[in-house]
């Protein structure tokens, strides 16, 4: 069913009333308003305490490395390390708009770039909690013309729909490309209709990364919804969890606001994909990203079995010794060690990003960059080296230029 105005009515009202009595985020539920480097959410979360000793063999541990491996002159962005909520350590650097000199800080909404899809992925996930979607329904239940009949929700999802990537629509149109247009949504669903470019693979055969499948992902939350997709974010995911820094790009009102993105000293200029949503287009921070994460622990929230699903494998499974694979909008390496680690990393323009849930230990790694550097992907040799107690692993870190984030 579409979300109603009662719904609509209690989330607004949650969202601007911060969380209340009874809603608790395990045992620092009682001083939450005074410590300023806890994180809470109003769901039920079950969390031990972190002692003063864990919090003081950690933090000098991830200053070293986040000194050594992240911060650096060419490095401009947020970083934050979090542990049941407890903020372990947090750096704010650089600016966000080179020309007001305005600096970054905690509240900078960053654009998130890919890691945007796990916030999509999260919403349909809602959706079928709530019974309004199917993960294994035909996409053309939703979008009757689209013209491939046997893609489905789920291998939209875990990009195994074979569809083309909208960045090849000027290579498949030639001549016929407009590339003066900004591209919304609508359009690339427009061209995959009047076009119907073959596709890569048939549907479900194999894994191929491609932002067209969540742009069509963010069409379906808007039919299922009955709400513009960044009016759905906030009622599924953002006001419900307090998220009041993080937004979805509006294209014709938020250009001359929002967070720059840099290569050097030089702002990255909008192109003709900047409009479109789903795949990327979600700005936030640090802080509301550990707040989704605390969010994945409460059945309140989202069902375990839904998050099981999300968590899942979907290409790798023939492999004997796989080393990453894909989820439901989540990214997985599979360590030497036999830990799994999920995780999403971003690239789009300037910004390059990270979320890294540790989820046996109930840590979360965030790291959003705005100048153009891959440094921001070393939070996944943290992830294995201080929390995963084994040694780093190079082939964590993915070297620039690279494609499909």
């Known amino acids: 069913m579409k979300i109603t105005l009662v719904g609509f009515f209690l989330s607004s009202l949650l969202y601007f009333s911060g969380p209340v009595g009874g809603e608790r985020n395990g045992a620092y539920d009682t001083n939450r308003n005074s ?23 950690k933090k000098p541990k991830i200053d070293s490395f986040y000194n050594k491996f992240i911060n650096s002159p060419f490095y401009s962005g947020s970083f934050l390390v979090a542990k049941n909520g407890r903020i372990l350590y947090e750096d704010y650097k650089g600016l966000s708009n080179i020309k007001t000199g305005k600096k970054v800080d905690a509240n900078t909404a ?19 909690q709530e019974d309004n979607i199917m993960l294994d329904q035909k996409v053309t239940d939703w979008l009757p013309r689209f013209p491939y009949k046997n893609t489905t929700i789920r291998t939209l999802l875990n990009h195994r729909s074979g569809l083309q990537h909208y960045s ?12 003066k247009k900004v591209l919304s949504n609508q359009d690339v669903y427009e061209i995959l209709v009047k076009h119907k470019f073959r596709l890569v693979f048939n549907d479900n055969t194999r894994f191929d990364y491609c932002n067209t499948n969540y742009v069509i992902l963010a069409l379906i939350i808007e039919k299922a919804t009955g709400l513009n997709y960044r009016d759905a974010m906030q009622e599924l995911i953002f006001k419900p969890l307090g998220m009041k820094n993080t937004f979805v790009f509006n294209y014709d009102t938020d250009r001359d606001t ?20 789903g795949d990327k287009n979600i700005y936030s921070t640090p802080r509301d990203l550990v707040k989704f994460d605390l ?11 839904l998050l099981q699903e ?24 599979y360590l030497a060690s036999g830990e799994k680690l999920i995780y999403h990393n971003g690239w789009w323009h300037g910004n390059n990003t990270s979320f890294v849930p540790i989820k046996k230990d109930t840590i979360t790694i965030i790291c959003l960059g705005n100048k153009y550097s891959n440094r ?21 870190v993915p070297e620039l230029p690279y494609t499909g984030e």
């Open 35 to 57: 410590d300023s480097t806890l994180i809470t959410i109003p769901f039920p979360v079950k969390f031990g305490q972190v002692s003063e000793a864990y919090l003081q063999e």
């Open 110 to 128: 960053i654009h998130l770039a890919s890691v945007s899809k796990i916030l999509t992925a999260t919403a349909i996930l809602k959706l079928v």
């Open 168 to 179: 090849n629509f000027p290579g498949l149109l030639k001549k016929s490309w407009d590339r």
């Open 258 to 277: 929002v967070c720059k993105s840099y290569r050097g000293n030089n702002i990255f200029p909008w192109d003709q994909y900047d409009r479109l949503y």
């Open 295 to 305: 969010a994945t622990y409460s059945p309140d929230f989202i069902k375990p079995e």
């Open 310 to 333: 999300a968590y899942t494998g979907y290409s790798a499974g023939n492999i004997a010794k796989p080393i990453k694979d894909y989820g439901l909008g989540m990214r997985m390496r």
């Open 376 to 396: 921001p992907y070393e939070t996944l040799r943290m992830a294995n080296e201080f929390f995963l107690k084994k040694k780093p692993e190079p082939t964590l």
